[in-house]
């Protein structure tokens, strides 16, 4: 559904990282410009990749060490620069101001704790951020404790905006009054599913709990199985 897509084919080869694509700052600067030249209203998504193995970052690393866990930290530092100069070359653009930005994840990381498996709940905890002028004064500067995912990010936003958000069945508004909290994730051959109380990892490959913590029954059991089901089926 996106109109236009900006890849690496953009950009000079210069400003390649080792493997991947083009490093963060200047995939944020052609944004920047693009936005600015872009007819309003508009939804644009930037993904960034300098985070990625094998760390490699065209500025002086800030942390000195060479352990694979200070490696991407140091990428996070980089992203994170990256990410405020564009703020800063944005914030006097005529669209800033009527802007609402989500900051997420698009999946976790075992550093720089050094998970050793692949379905430890920790690895799945990403950040969330929403911000901008248009955001409600209620919500400004407010940390949310209420436990959501990916597929909440379309109802939050739409029902933000005063629009039907029906047709994302598997979505909730993380910033409503009354709402569940709760999150799905799905590694290799099984589920997580996590709410207030309950952290469970079931294994589809063996057909058993892998992992647990707080009260579990089989109803969650049969609920994450729903929702792999539900979302898989469809994609």
Known sequence: GFDNIVDIRNFPSAYRGLKWGVSDHYVFERMSQDLTMARQPFFSCILTLSSHEPYDIPMEPFIKSKTIPDLFRNTVYYTDWSLSRFIHLSENQSWYANTLFVLTADHGNPLPKQYSTNYDPGRFKIPIIIFGKPLKQEYKAKQMDIIGSHTDIANTLLQG?????DA???????LADSVSSGAFY?????FGFINSTTRLVFDHTGNRMMYTEGPVNDS????????????????
């Open 161 to 165: 905006l005063g629009l039907n958000g």
């Open 168 to 174: 994302f069945r598997y979505s909730k508004n993380l």
């Open 220 to 235: 969650l059991i049969v609920l994450g199985k729903h929702l792999l089901q539900g979302t898989f089926k469809p994609y």
């Open 186 to 190: 799905t590694f290799d051959n099984g």
